[in-house]
């Protein structure tokens, strides 16, 4: 089969001013040329809204409090130079330790009791059952309730006189317990309000990861002799690890901010924290330093602390993610 013949005609080069540009009309070039612009442009239009309002809300406040945090601040005064002043009197502060130890502990025996109850309501709620979808809107139910109305009327059932919970536990034949005034019953107090709230958000989480694991999985279990029980420890659990290591690091996020519950739960008593400090956690000691005494420096300084203690987490979880990719 012989090629096609090439004339002169093909070799000669265009002139200069014959560009494919060049050549479009004027309104298809400008045209061509706003299309261009938008491809381009467009996507950063599209962000720009966000990258504001975070600089805006997020960046500049999280600078100009790491820089009152080197000051002594007062309000209505004029800010002085303290240099790491102010986190060496939190080192040296029993009030800061004492506000770190209760957001520990608040924490643990928040978190743990309710990733738990969320596992197993997940785990139920992933069986076909009657009214599963009214099931499902129901444990949603408590995180839809603000946190006011939860935690006032939490505070009455735990009331050391007239609560529903010491009725209950005379009936038994124990004595009354001081729910506010103690420090070990009022951090319980204040985390069943925590676990009572954000169980059934972490149950959708889990049944969302439950609901992708495939049912070949299962079904090889069961034909190897596994219960239910087996099955839910040695596939269920493998398959949702990713799921469960973020709702931790959410849940300890959330448990070093709290703020709303111990708060109210503690507004019968005038204080925030308790008479003797024993539920404060850290953001009731920074609320108590910024806005009660109007330290703002110290206030400042708390608040980067706890930024810190947010980084660690997130670091701890990086690397526990990094570990496990290589025995993988």
Not at 261 to 287: A, D, K
């Amino acid at each position: 089969m012989s090629s096609p013949v090439r004339t002169a005609a093909d070799d000669t080069p265009l002139p200069s001013d014959a560009s494919p540009s060049k050549s479009r009309p004027p309104g298809r070039a400008r045209r061509y040329s706003l299309h261009r612009w938008d491809v381009k442009a467009a996507p950063y239009a599209f962000v720009a809204p966000f990258f504001l309002c975070f600089a805006a809300f997020g960046l500049f406040p999280l600078i100009y409090t790491g820089w009152l945090s080197l000051h002594r601040v007062e309000l209505g005064g004029e800010a002085q130079w303290r240099g790491l002043g102010n986190y060496t009197a939190l080192w040296d502060s029993d009030f800061f330790w004492n506000a770190l130890g209760n957001t520990f502990t608040i924490g643990v025996i928040s978190t743990v009791p309710q990733l738990l109850l969320a596992l197993g309501l997940a785990h139920l709620l992933n069986y076909k059952m009657r009214g599963r979808g009214f099931l499902r809107v129901a444990v949603l139910a408590p995180y839809a309730t603000s946190i006011a109305a939860a935690t006032l009327v939490f505070a009455q059932l735990f009331n050391s006189d007239y609560g529903l919970i010491n009725t209950m536990i005379g009936w038994v034949g124990f004595d009354p317990v001081s729910w506010e005034s103690s420090q070990w019953p009022s951090q319980i107090a204040i985390s069943v309000i925590v676990t009572w709230r954000w169980t059934g958000y972490n149950a959708l989480i889990y049944l969302a990861a439950m609901q992708a694991v495939p049912q070949d999985l299962y079904e090889a279990a069961a034909l190897d002799g596994a219960s239910r029980a087996r099955q839910f420890f040695s596939v269920t659990i493998p398959s949702i690890r990713p799921t469960i290591l973020f709702t931790i690091v959410v849940s300890t996020i959330g448990a070093t901010q709290l703020f709303g519950e111990p708060m109210l739960f503690g507004g019968s008593l005038g204080v925030s924290g308790g008479s003797g400090n024993q539920f404060q956690t850290l953001s009731l000691l920074m609320y108590e330093k910024g806005w009660v005494t109007g330290a703002l420096g110290q206030a400042s300084a708390i608040a980067w602390v706890m930024l810190l203690l947010l980084l660690s987490v997130g670091a701890v979880q990086a690397l526990v993610v990094r570990v496990r990719r290589r025995r993988d």
